[in-house]
């Protein structure tokens, strides 16, 4: 049954899409019928500042399923519980949180879930 399915190999150095902002990049990649993204933090980087100040937001509202590469981050939910995600820790993040970098390593992760609205061009560029 090969019919009209193919095998489709994707990289991060290859990108459909590249957000940046302060301390920060988002790269998507579109394959098989979803969004991968992959965040890349420099030490000091914190959503409210370095995404949330450009889209007149002091908490992220998107939705996040992801698993951590390297690096920690910790996150803070806007009805107080702080939780630190580090290499290997699989995340769900609902709406309504801040995040930035613990430590002075780059933070990396994988998000398969809210990668499409997460620093979304229209309000940061």
Do not use: N
């Not at 009209?4 to 902002?21: C, K, M, S």
């Not at 790269?27 to 980087?45: D, K, N, S």
């Not at 937001?57 to 951590?68: I, P, R, T």
């Amino acid at each position: 049954m090969s019919g009209d399915l193919a095998t489709i190999l994707r990289r991060f150095e290859a990108p459909d899409e590249v957000r940046e902002f302060p301390k920060g990049r988002f790269e998507l990649v579109r394959i098989g019928g979803m969004t991968v993204g992959r965040a890349t933090y420099q030490p000091g980087w914190r959503w409210s500042a370095d995404v949330g100040v450009a889209m007149g937001e002091a908490s992220c509202h998107v939705e996040h399923v992801g698993l951590v590469v390297s690096g920690c981050a910790a996150v803070g939910m806007d009805d107080g519980p702080v939780h630190e995600m580090r290499a290997g820790d699989l995340f769900y993040v609902p709406p309504g949180h801040d995040s930035w970098v613990v430590g002075d390593e780059p933070y990396v992760s994988l998000h398969f879930l809210g990668a499409d609205d997460y620093a979304a061009k229209e309000g940061v560029d």
